[in-house]
Every structure is written in structure tokens, then in C-alpha cells.
């Protein structure tokens, strides 16, 4: 039987997503800041993580393209694979791990600039 987690264990589970994103996708030099604020985690043993959480847009990353999170994180194909690799490696996970960032929203900060779109 799996113990039972705790706030403390949802907290490093947070933070190293946080981490692993950050590094993999080089969102600070990017001027863009995820902060992760709740997790679910799914399975026994864990095959499914849950995140909801919000991408910060800074000024120091204008002008963007856009301000959807999926986008500015890039997180698909082998980025995706090599995020969910690195947690099923530090979190000791021995399956295939799914990670679900559909619940991510944008907050877009004073100063951020947009791309013009062509016409």
C-alpha cells in the first residue's frame, strides 16, 4: 500500500516540476515564470500527474507571439518526453509517466508586449 502524501510531498512535487520545466524549456531567460499550485496524482504506482498552475509572462521577455502557455512552453514531442523522463527519474516512477498541463493559464504582467500579427 502506498503511504499517503502530504502537503510537504505535493510541495517538492511541485517544485520539481517547476524545476524540470524551467530547465527544459529555459523559461527565465525566456521572461516567462511557472509557478505550480496544485498537483493530482493518478495510478497506482503513478502513470498520470495533474498540474494546474500559472505561466507568468514578464516584461523581459517581450514581445511574444502570444500568450498561451502551450506555446511559449513548447511542450510536445521530445521536450514533453525528456519533462516526463526527468520526473519518472527523481519522483523513482518505473512506468510510463503521462504529464497533463491543460490546466496551466496565463498571467500576463504590466509592460509585456505582443508581436503585431501580419495581415
Given at each position: 500500500m502506498r503511504p499517503a502524501r502530504t502537503k510537504r510531498s505535493d510541495?517538492?512535487?511541485?517544485?520539481?516540476?517547476e524545476q524540470v520545466i524551467a530547465?527544459?524549456?529555459?523559461?527565465?531567460?525566456?521572461?516567462?515564470?511557472?509557478?505550480?499550485?496544485?498537483v493530482e496524482l493518478a495510478g497506482r504506482p503513478t502513470e498520470r500527474i495533474r498540474v494546474w498552475g500559472t505561466l507568468h509572462f514578464l516584461p523581459a521577455g517581450s514581445p511574444f507571439c502570444c500568450i498561451e502557455p502551450d506555446c511559449q512552453l513548447g511542450l510536445?514531442?521530445?521536450?514533453h518526453e525528456?519533462?516526463?523522463?526527468?520526473l519518472q527519474k527523481a519522483l523513482g516512477i518505473?512506468?510510463?509517466?503521462?504529464?497533463?498541463?491543460?490546466?496551466?493559464?496565463?498571467?500576463?504582467?504590466?509592460?509585456?508586449?505582443?508581436?503585431?500579427?501580419?495581415?
Open positions: 510541495d517538492a512535487i511541485r517544485r520539481l516540476i530547465e527544459e524549456c529555459e523559461t527565465a531567460p525566456r521572461g516567462l515564470a511557472l509557478f505550480v499550485e496544485a510536445a514531442g521530445s521536450r525528456r519533462v516526463c523522463e526527468r518505473t512506468s510510463t509517466l503521462e504529464l497533463d498541463l491543460d490546466r496551466i493559464v496565463p498571467n500576463v504582467h504590466d509592460g509585456v508586449q505582443l508581436q503585431p500579427h501580419a495581415s
